[in-house]
């Protein structure tokens, strides 16, 4: 049966239409979800009996299972039980600014990156919409307070789940459904093209993440397998028409993988790479996982690789640290469950 929580409200409006009803329901319902978050259709008082019924019918209401919750200072990661057994994990971190939630968007990934977690495991299955909202949804009420801002940046390929993915972000952006700024909500990539260029079409406000991680197509094949694909001198053109499209800037995530991408050579590639795009770059220092070879940058190698790009005039942060004692690494939290 769908769940109500995967309905965006224009579909809503269609269903009560077919059903002889009023599309006004709609706005009634989504703000007995959203904004009253009820437990139980029984709840809903201004709406038919008849009616009620038939949703109830129609949509199951029913949420996630929250199997574990490992909390540290200004972090706390939520592993979520789905309705086969499945298990994905989002992570809540408490910024000066709000609070942000990394959501998952997959069960495992196909792309199969060299230093990352979740894609040592292959992709069981996409995550449904609901399964996306639910995430949030829970982890508000869980907290008592707002989620300000939401990466999709957790389990799996966002634009591997593309259609799933634009609902999930219709209901949470919406004013009437969880009301989240397009503004303070980024997807990430690995640089799944086709993707990247519908969505530029659809030209919203979302903030785009790119995984870049190599300044040149042979460090990159190594690391990453999405690149023999979408090689470099075919994604820049097209993130440089997302910025024509948006007038949005484009995010780099560049994780700092010690003697494979970190040396000064790579710093000043890269600032070459980027130099006419109007970008950010976000170092990421690695979290270094068990089941995986790689190793952390040392904290002098990341300032000098920052210090070459920020001489070279590009905008540069270094990711803040959150949950280094908590399995934080994607996925670690969920192969921890499982025990693989
Ligand atoms: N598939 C999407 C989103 C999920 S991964 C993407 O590739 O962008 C989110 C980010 O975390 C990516 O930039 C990914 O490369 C990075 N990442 C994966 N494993 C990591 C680790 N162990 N330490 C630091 N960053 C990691």
Redesign the pocket.
Known sequence: MNNIYGITIEKLEDYFISLGSKKFHADQLFSWLYEKRINEYEEITNIKKELIEQISKDYSISKLKIVNVEKDVDVCKYLFELYDGEHIEAVLMRHDYGNSVCVSSQVG?N?G?K???SGRRKKVRNLETYEMVLQLLMIEEELGKRISHVVV??I???FDNYDNLINFLEIINHPKGMAIGARHITI???GVIPKIKEFSNLGLQFNL?I?L?APNNEIRDKIMPINKVYPLDLLIPVLEEYYNNTSRRITF?Y?LLEGINDGVEQAIELSNLVKNLNCYINL?P??E?NNLNFKRSSTIQIMKFYDILKKNKINVTIRKEFGGNISA??GQLRSKKEGV
């Open positions: 990934c792309m990156c230093f990352c977690e940046m957790g799996g390929e966002p990430s990539t690995c993440a995984s991680h995530e994780v990421i690695y979290n996982t690494a994607c």
